[in-house]
């Protein structure tokens, strides 16, 4: 499995909520990449439970439903 840059994860969260747009983390991938401190493997095989990511990344939004 590859590694999932937690950075560039960040930077579209970043980026959906500068531009007003939901966004919605499904999973992160099983093999999770931080600069500085290393490679992280998550105990769901493909990084699928929020409650082992990191707290900022924890993000489910949906878009407004208009009648």
């Known amino acids: 499995a590859r590694s999932c840059d937690v950075a560039r994860i960040r930077s579209v969260r970043d980026q959906c909520r500068e531009a007003g747009v939901p966004c919605f983390v499904k999973q992160l991938g099983a093999r999770?990449?931080?600069?500085?401190?290393?490679?992280?493997?998550?105990?769901?095989?493909?990084?699928?439970?929020?409650?082992?990511?990191?707290?900022?990344?924890?993000?489910?939004?949906?878009?407004?439903?208009?009648?």
Not at 34 to 49: A, L, N, R, Y
């Open 32 to 67: 999770l990449s931080f600069h500085g401190i290393g490679v992280i493997t998550p105990k769901h095989p493909k990084g699928g439970d929020p409650t082992e990511w990191p707290s900022d990344l924890r993000v489910r939004e949906f878009p407004e439903v208009r009648a």
